[in-house]
């Protein structure tokens, strides 16, 4: 099949193998399916098993898929540069997504039954809307090692929800490249990307790295800054070429890759709780990074 270029509004879009052809037009009882929409029964139970498959890592990264899930995920993904595959409807809420469904190109949308969607959805309250995207290759080293800054780096943050919450805080932010230690959690897991609210897609995200190798090649050419539980000067503005590093949730960042930083920043405190939650954390810094500008 001829590649096509990544789907955005009023763009052509590349189908999944397979699923080439126009609908029946059969759907569920009392289903409304806007004009446009194809019938999932017209294809094969093997593209929804494919699809509900894309829920698990090994697979994600075998087929270089992911699954994007809830209506502003699925807007975020069609105003990035990532290719999509196909953008899946909800039987039962194909009506509430008809002005989304209106702007796609005809029949790269596929209505979804009931027992089907269950198979695929992921999320306990959903929307009824998810696309299927291609993953871009990574950032070689070459260019993290020498393009702008800011960075961030992250190391073994092993709940999606947190990873999400970060890649969302750093798109705010403005820290375009993230790069994500080894023993973190899978940054294309669907919880991470309906954390982070489709803020990954406009971002330059390389994963499973060795951070005790990566900082050395880093420093020179960024100031490298390690966040602190215990001890370290307050956050505070930075040039654009500097790195951030977070650590783990429960433990921080072990000592080994403290001290290959430049900086520690330890957040002062005026009350009695044992600490913040990392996306607190992040947050607080990375406002603090950007204040003076």
Not at 175 to 193: C, E, M, N, Y
């Amino acid at each position: 099949m001829k590649e096509k270029e990544p789907l955005r509004a009023k763009r052509r879009v590349a189908l999944p193998a397979g699923a080439g052809g126009a609908g029946t037009g059969r759907c569920s009882q009392g289903a409304s399916i806007p004009p446009g929409v194809h019938d999932l029964h017209a294809l094969s139970s093997a593209r929804v098993t494919a699809w509900a498959k894309l829920n698990q890592t090994k697979y994600r990264r075998r087929e270089g898929l992911c699954l994007a899930e809830g209506e502003k995920v699925v807007r975020e993904l069609l105003r990035s540069p990532w290719a999509v595959q196909a953008v899946l409807v909800a039987e039962d809420a194909a009506a509430r997504h008809q002005a989304l469904v209106a702007s796609l190109p005809s029949g790269v949308v596929h209505a979804v039954p009931a027992r089907s969607w269950k198979q695929i959805s992921q999320d306990p309250a959903p929307e009824g809307i998810m696309a299927v995207a291609a993953l871009p290759p990574p950032l070689s080293a070459v260019a993290w090692e020498t393009g702008p800054g800011p960075l961030l780096l992250i190391d073994r943050v092993n709940n999606p929800n947190n990873l999400g919450a970060l890649l969302r805080t750093a798109h705010w932010f403005g820290f375009r490249t993230v790069l994500v230690g080894a023993g973190s959690a899978d940054w294309t897991h669907p919880k991470v990307i309906r954390t982070s609210m489709g803020s990954l897609f406009h971002l330059h995200v390389t994963a499973d790295l060795d951070l005790s190798a990566v900082l050395p090649a880093l420093r020179g050419r960024f100031r490298l800054i390690g966040s602190d539980v215990r001890r370290g000067v307050p956050p505070h503005p930075c040039p654009p070429q500097t790195a951030l590093l977070l650590g783990n949730e429960t433990h921080g960042l072990p000592p080994a890759l403290l001290d290959l930083t430049d900086e520690r920043w330890c957040i002062p405190g005026a009350g009695a709780a044992e600490s913040l939650s990392l996306p607190q954390a992040a947050a607080i810094m990375m406002y603090e990074f950007r204040r003076g500008e």
